[in-house]
């Protein structure tokens, strides 16, 4: 029997199901950027930073983290101190509300303080950890919706479609683009020989794309070329997306480009293959209605309910 795919809405999956009061979710870390344990957390004898909720990594970077009935709610990771201390300021916002004691004096827009009160606590630290928050911001902003509003199906320009492989959709953390859509669809030049004298086997460290989901949602993967392979792949932040949305071998990410204005972002969807367990059960509930010995209703038999 030939499979059948139905397309469905890449949700939010795990982040949208997360309450408020679940602080081990929270306390989680997104692909890329662990929680340090307690033996790596900064000692006394590194320098402190100026910000409150800041804290400086044994890499150079800066962590922030804020503190919640006792718990320490891990923000993220950042490249710089000022960088660390804005993701505290929103955290410390949606916390603890708009009288919250913050790092900089500014005068919150109305229009951030009613995105943040529409996303759980655990949406906005999710949004903070994948450094997608000002994009998601903006976007709500500018179509006039607290929460980000996906772009509509009719504007959505395809692009191009994968269907993930066994090592698409397992440990390895990466999706390999096919190289013809990649360099025709993606317009962002990776040199090959970027790294070539490196010791990473001459991959490119890439550029961050953010790609839209069918819930508005956006996701962040680092999209590089491999010399190793030859190949172009996404890497950090993919197995999340798999884990978040049930993808399995076989089943078809959809790319596309919103056609809204000037408006010119990625965006990436799904299809779901339909297993053989749901084709049989299908077939099962459909009821057979015989006339002289022939099914007269055939395929267009009434499903039970």
């Known amino acids: 029997m030939e499979q059948e795919s139905m397309v469905f809405s890449c949700n939010s999956g795990g982040s949208t199901s997360m309450e408020d009061d679940s602080f081990q979710e929270l306390i ?4 890329g950027d662990d929680v340090p344990a307690a033996a790596e957390l900064p000692s006394s004898a590194r320098p402190s930073s100026r910000y409150k909720g800041v804290v400086p990594q044994p890499n150079g970077r800066w962590g922030a983290q804020i503190y919640e009935r006792h718990s320490r709610v891990w923000l993220g990771t950042f490249a710089d101190e000022d960088a660390a201390a804005r993701a505290y300021d929103v955290a410390a916002l949606r916390f603890r509300g708009r009288d919250a004691v913050t790092n900089y004096n500014n005068n919150n827009h109305a229009g951030e303080l009613a995105f943040l009160a529409a996303h759980s606590k655990a949406e906005v630290v999710d949004m903070l950890r994948k450094h997608t928050y000002d994009d998601e911001l903006r976007q709500g902003l500018r179509r006039g919706a607290a929460r980000a509003q996906p772009t509509p199906p009719w504007a959505r320009e395809p692009l191009f479609e ?8 397992g440990k390895l953390n990466r999706l390999v683009v096919p190289k013809q859509q990649a360099e025709r ?3 962002f030049p990776l040199r090959r020989n970027t790294a070539a004298a490196g010791g990473d086997g001459g991959n490119s460290k ?14 962040r993967f680092r999209y590089s070329y491999w010399n190793s392979s030859q ?3 996404l890497t950090k932040g993919w197995s999340r997306f798999v884990r978040e949305k049930g993808l399995n071998a076989g089943d078809v990410v959809v790319f596309s480009q919103s056609a809204l204005g000037m408006e010119k972002h990625l965006l990436i969807d799904c299809k779901k293959r339909r297993n053989n367990k749901q084709e049989v059960a299908a077939d099962e509930a459909r009821v057979v209605v015989k006339l ?4 007269i209703a055939g395929d267009k038999g009434v499903v039970q309910r």
């Not at 989680?28 to 692909?31: K, Q």
């Not at 890439?206 to 996701?219: H, Q, Y």
């Not at 002289?292 to 099914?295: K, L």
Request: negative net charge.
């Open 28 to 31: 989680v870390a997104g692909d």
């Open 162 to 169: 994968k269907a993930v492989t066994p090592s698409d959709v």
């Open 185 to 187: 669809h993606f317009p």
């Open 206 to 219: 890439g550029v961050l794309l953010n790609f839209e989901d069918g819930d508005g949602k956006v996701w």
């Open 231 to 233: 190949s172009y792949v």
């Open 292 to 295: 002289f010995g022939v099914d």
